[in-house]
């Protein structure tokens, strides 16, 4: 008798345990996954390098018109305008962290992240962004979000004779470094269980000390 009472109070408390837990979680926002420092905020490029006009993806189609067609039928071209994300985001409450990473530049956004009301960082401080440019914004992911850094557009090739700074980049021709900004996702805390992808998270960690070749392919990841 006195076991299967001593069995009856732990199943109790368990059940006690996991109808406050499932109480704590209505209370809290369930959140998923880990805003990491990479896209807590929206990248700062809202100038263009000297000899470009304008940040756009139109600029450089002057000089790159077959890489700007095949960019333009790209899901980085459509990471905006999708309406498939475009559904998925209204579902979501039209969460600004979303934005960091599908119109990823501050000008693309109509506010600006002055800071955070909340640790985790899903409850950013805004404010309107005086330079916001609406057509940019329709770009999604568009050229200078990859290319450009420092005032210079990098890519995978040396000795690159172009009206604009520019400059090799290794990280263009490892295959995963210029992606891990959006295209790695942790969740590693107990209560979130979401992480895109798990596989190349590992594949970052075990391959970041490789030396890079002198030459390689670019990273072909304009589809």
Aim: with cysteine.
């Amino acid at each position: 008798m006195a076991r299967f009472l001593k069995r009856k109070n732990i199943l109790l408390l368990l059940l006690l345990g996991f109808v406050a837990f499932m109480g704590w979680r209505m209370i809290r926002p369930m959140n998923i996954f880990v805003v990491g420092d990479d896209f807590a905020r929206p990248m700062s490029i809202t100038t263009p390098p000297n000899g470009i006009d304008s940040l756009r993806a139109e600029t450089c189609a002057e000089c790159h018109p077959e890489i700007y067609r095949e960019w333009k039928t790209s899901m980085h071209a459509k990471a905006w305008t999708d309406p498939y994300y475009q559904v998925d985001l209204q579902f979501d409450g039209n969460q600004q962290i979303c934005l960091n990473c599908h119109i990823p530049l501050q000008n693309q956004q109509e506010h600006l992240v002055l800071g955070f009301l909340d640790t985790e960082r899903f409850n950013p401080i805004l404010e309107k962004n005086p330079d916001f440019d609406p057509v940019l914004q329709q770009e999604g992911v568009t050229c200078v979000v990859c290319h450009l850094r420092d005032g210079a557009l990098v890519g995978p090739y040396r000795n690159v004779d172009a009206p604009h700074p520019a400059r090799f980049e290794p990280e263009m021709v490892d295959g995963f470094s210029i992606c891990r900004k959006c295209h790695v996702v942790s969740g590693k805390r107990w209560d979130t269980f979401f992480q895109i992808p798990p596989p190349m998270e590992r594949s970052v960690k075990s391959k970041k000390d490789r030396p890079l070749p002198l030459t390689a392919p670019a990273v072909i990841c304009r589809a």
